[in-house]
């Protein structure tokens, strides 16, 4: 009898405890992330999770992944950010080929980031069970947006090099195909992708300036 009261009141601790200290979510940014606007004009946020697996692999700093709606149409918006040595170089090709999609048409397309110059961005369809999605991501780092990981890192190294401080993010923008009209769909993700593009540098201003050595 008395181990088994003993065992009530464990048990009975533990749900306590759960419910007083529940789980982080890491996929919810906690820090320069949650920055990140939870509404872009009609769109509007929810917060989503990453799977404990991936969330081991990145070791990010602060991870954010979200599904905005505007009511009948969806983009998912996943930002991976990392500092110092960190590198953040996320591969988003592993990520789906290991859940089971197959990758086609990869390519580049252009972004209005309010640059004169623009953004270019990588293209790719995943399809999986005669699905498919449209998925374009770049990387993002202080003074510089690109398609080109090389680029990236030997940006991100520079900064370390002079600075002893660095930081980058990976953006991936994606949506659905559905009912196969991939137009579109690209053309859902061109329209997000250009308002991230734009909010992006708000985002990471402080922490621009933090690596920069300004108040």
Not at 89 to 118: I, K, M, N, W
Not at 120 to 143: C, H, L, M, P, S
């Amino acid at each position: 009898m008395r181990r088994l009261l003993l065992a009530v009141a464990l048990l009975t601790a533990t749900v306590g405890y759960q419910v007083m200290s529940p789980p982080v979510n890491l996929a919810v940014a906690r820090g320069v992330l949650k920055r990140v606007p939870e509404a872009f004009g009609p769109w509007r946020g929810t917060e989503l999770d990453f799977d404990e697996g991936v969330k081991e692999e990145l070791k990010a700093d602060d991870m954010l992944i979200r599904r905005y709606d505007d009511g009948a149409r969806s983009i998912w918006l996943c930002l991976v950010f990392h500092q110092n040595k960190r590198y953040g170089a996320h591969d988003p090709h592993l990520c789906y080929e290991s859940q089971g999609f197959v990758l086609d048409r990869e390519g580049h397309a252009h972004v209005d980031d309010g640059t004169p110059g623009g953004i270019d961005v990588n293209t790719f369809v995943a399809e999986r069970r005669n699905k498919r999605r449209v998925i374009w991501y770049w990387w993002t780092t202080q003074g510089l947006a690109t398609s080109d990981v090389r680029a990236f890192r030997q940006h991100m190294a520079l900064l370390g090099a002079l600075d002893n401080r660095s930081w980058g993010s990976f953006v991936r923008v994606e949506s659905v195909a559905r009912d196969g009209d991939m137009a579109a769909a690209t053309a859902r993700v061109r329209e997000f992708a250009v308002l991230v593009a734009h909010e992006l540098p708000a985002v990471f201003a402080t922490v621009a300036d933090s690596a920069a050595g300004r108040p």
